[in-house]
């Protein structure tokens, strides 16, 4: 017990000075704030959810004394509670029916993406009402944040190309004002995956993961996933603050089926030689692009409907039991 209390106060450490970072400002800053959850995650998976739970309590305790109060449940909120429960998640496993395997049923990977769509919609949520609890004011609230990032062309002088200038930035930051939501519900989700995963690779490394690495490319969401992300999108259409939140919930579970086209993409090419080409090209073009992630999230929903993997499988395509 006394190592899971040391883990989870040294993890809890890091993890609020990662978090704290973003207050220098410098661009590199910004990735450091999104890896605030990795120690959090290691502590879960390397050693037990309660040292995880103790470095979200640890970091949070300390940002509130070195910061102030704000950052007790901006922290908890956030970033701690959100990964000591999908570590908690992760780990969670019943005896296996027909005992084939290690004799366990792990926690599916497939739930864990839908759960982190589910706290990027949370978290998005939550911080809503800082900015309003109506339509209105929430959007009048966020257009005044998006005017002080431009406000350099915003208050250019109406005159000739400098006005031209102040009505595109209008127009940019009138789409910004409905897109910002659910983009920011998609980044936390992405970030969310991201730094599972990346904390399963450290604590796999370190022969610490108690579960067997699962097949990524194999996942699959929750049969009732496609009825969730329909209700959200048809719920979009209302007026008012809940057309707002249906739109981050659609989003983030858009994400969650982009996340679900990639292991289709690793699963179909799987035995071709131009497969790390491909693969490759995909990965570059979502970081530099990011709108191919909307070409991936249909290519899941339609495995979700016409089960691609089983079909090309049944076609002698991939190995059975492949890792990646």
């Given at each position: 017990m006394m190592q899971i209390a040391l883990i989870g106060i040294g993890a809890g450490a890091a993890s609020a000075l990662l978090f704290a970072s973003i207050a220098s400002g410098s661009l590199i800053s910004v990735l450091l704030f999104y890896l605030a959850p990795l120690p959090v995650l290691i502590a879960a998976l390397g050693w037990s959810h309660v040292s995880a739970l103790i470095a979200a309590a640890t970091a949070a305790i300390g940002l509130t004394i070195a910061l102030g109060g704000f950052f007790?449940?901006?922290?908890?909120?956030?970033?701690?509670?959100?990964?000591?429960w999908l570590g908690y998640l992760a780990l969670l496993a019943r005896p296996a029916a027909n005992g084939s395997g290690d004799g366990f049923d792990w926690y599916p990977i497939g739930r864990l993406a839908v759960w982190a769509a589910v706290i990027g919609t949370l978290i998005v949520v939550a911080a809503m009402p800082t900015l309003g609890t109506d339509q209105e004011s929430f959007e009048a609230g966020l257009r005044r944040g998006l005017e002080r990032l431009f406000v350099s062309r915003a208050e250019t002088a109406p005159t000739g190309r400098s006005a031209q200038n102040a009505q595109a930035t209008q127009?940019?930051?009138?789409v910004l004002v409905k897109i910002v939501p659910p983009a920011a519900a998609v980044l936390s989700a992405a970030i969310n995956i991201i730094n599972l995963w990346l904390a399963a690779r450290v604590v796999t490394m370190s022969g610490r993961l108690r579960r067997p690495w699962p097949d990524l490319a194999a996942m699959r969401l929750p049969p009732t996933t496609p009825l969730f992300l329909a209700a959200a999108a048809l719920l979009y259409f209302l007026p008012g603050m809940l057309g707002i939140v249906a739109a981050v919930l659609a989003a983030a579970l858009l994400m969650?089926?982009?996340?679900?086209?990639?292991a289709v993409l690793h699963f179909i090419t799987r035995g071709l030689t131009s497969r790390g080409l491909l693969l490759g090209a995909t990965y570059a073009a979502i970081f530099i692009f990011a709108w191919p992630m909307l070409l991936l999230a249909l290519l899941g929903l339609v495995d979700t409907a016409l089960d691609l993997r089983t079909r090309f499988a049944g076609r002698g395509g991939p190995p059975a039991h492949p890792t990646v």
């Open positions: 007790f449940l901006a922290y908890l909120l956030g970033v701690g509670l959100p990964a000591w127009r940019l930051i009138d969650i089926y982009a996340v679900l086209g990639l």
